[in-house]
């Protein structure tokens, strides 16, 4: 891939999801000074993913059909100025409709980029593409809240925050003005969301979704289980937001090595590696008390995140011709999503049943399910493709 356009694409990327990332750590007192009661707040807070979640998919065909360039610069647009109308809410629910409009706008960005990067990436450097694009991925919540906290640390505001967030998102517009008009051959000839099942059911698809599934719902376990284990340990918010940093950077830094070693030896290894490590990783949290013990862990943890991501954006950009590869890379961000919608409030309730650490271990049980899956629909060795077509597979 042109070392220029991937440059291009991972300052977009990481620009691009920052936004969220901002409003992370003061959403919910945001809803809460607009007088949002409990529930009303964390309906507020899951409403992006509600809506994200199936735009994601509904998105992908029509990036397949317009190119990536059109609808990428529409949805970064589009972000900027929910990111605005932020600062305008004067109601709770106000700011529910434009966390949805924020979600749907928000569906966009990954799979049009992530389409891009495949595009652009002969199949034996494929790995490395997805490697760098994961490290915007990465280090997007980890600077996005660094600098939310920064702001709130004056007394200036939420609206800092929001006005921060859509001048990135400016930003990031720019510089997708900037990408290559030549996409017409990778664009699908029409609209064709009946498409949408027959890339989902691809063996290696299938996957390469369980995989990275499995990685987010692993990542809702910890943001709602961490706290409150570490909490019981006589530690504080600050030490779980260190753990949380240790988890993002060694994502962030083991992206890249990751993504040569799927080059070296194929994607199946480093998925099946990466999963291992998160089932080991969050397996001893319940038998470590010391917070250095929980940052090993949190960096482990990391590493496993590391090697899955980039793997399996690089499985199924082998396995998608380009006419499909939005189709495919929107369900790929919908079920990353859907993952930390669905593991959190299911850990939440389960921690509630039997406790705490046994929750944490039963939740394993899913990257468990996903090693199987990779061990039996992805082959091993180099990237092999398979035939593509009406769904079915070698």
């Not at 891939?1 to 999801?17: C, D, Q």
């Not at 990465?138 to 702001?151: D, N, S, V, Y």
């Not at 480093?270 to 949190?298: C, D, H, K, R, W």
């Not at 930390?340 to 990257?367: D, F, K, Q, W």
């Amino acid at each position: 891939m042109n070392k220029k356009l991937l440059l291009l694409v991972f300052g977009i990327t990481f620009l691009g999801f920052i936004d969220t990332q901002l409003t992370v750590p003061i959403m919910r007192l945001y809803a809460d000074s607009l007088g949002a009661t409990v529930a009303i707040a964390g309906f507020i807070i899951g409403m992006y993913s509600i809506i994200n979640t199936p735009a994601n998919i509904g998105f992908g065909p029509l990036v397949d059909k317009f190119g990536r360039k059109i609808p990428l610069i529409i949805g970064l647009v589009g972000d900027a100025i929910c990111m605005f109308l932020y600062s305008l809410c004067s109601t709770s629910l106000q700011l529910l409709v434009v966390r949805g409009l924020h979600g749907l706008a928000g569906a966009v960005l990954g799979l049009a980029t992530a389409s891009m990067v495949a595009d652009y990436s002969p199949t034996e450097k494929r790995g490395r593409g997805m490697g760098f694009y994961a490290i915007a991925m990465g280090l997007a919540p980890l600077i996005g809240m660094m600098i939310c906290g920064i702001i709130m640390r004056n007394p200036v505001g939420f609206n800092m925050v929001f006005y921060t967030g859509s001048a990135l998102l400016l930003a990031a517009v720019i510089l997708a003005f900037l990408l290559p008009q030549a996409e017409a051959k990778g664009k699908a000839e029409s609209i064709d969301f009946k498409r949408i099942r027959v890339v989902a059911v691809r063996k290696a698809n299938i996957a390469s979704y369980a995989a990275i599934f499995s990685q987010w719902f692993m990542m809702g376990v910890i943001t709602v289980l961490l706290p409150s284990y570490m909490v019981n340990l006589g530690m504080t918010a600050f030490h779980v937001a260190m753990v949380m940093v240790a988890v993002t950077a060694t994502c962030a830094a083991f992206s890249y090595p990751a993504g040569l070693l799927s080059d070296k030896v194929g994607r199946k290894i480093p998925s099946i590696m990466g999963l291992s490590l998160l089932v080991i990783a969050i397996n001893l949290i319940p038998m470590v008390t010391s917070f250095e013990q929980l940052i090993g862990l949190g960096m482990l943890q990391g590493i496993g995140m590391g090697c899955i991501l980039p793997s399996a954006l690089a499985l199924i950009s082998d396995n998608t011709e380009k006419g499909e590869r939005g189709t495919a890379m929107g369900i790929f961000h919908a079920l990353l999503t859907l993952g930390v919608a669905v593991g959190a409030p299911v850990t939440g309730v389960l921690a509630r049943e039997v406790g705490t650490s046994p929750a944490i271990h039963l939740s394993t049980l899913m990257p468990i399910a996903a090693i199987i899956t990779v061990l039996a629909l992805v082959k091993a060795g180099l990237p092999q493709r398979e035939v593509i077509g009406g769904g079915k597979n070698d």
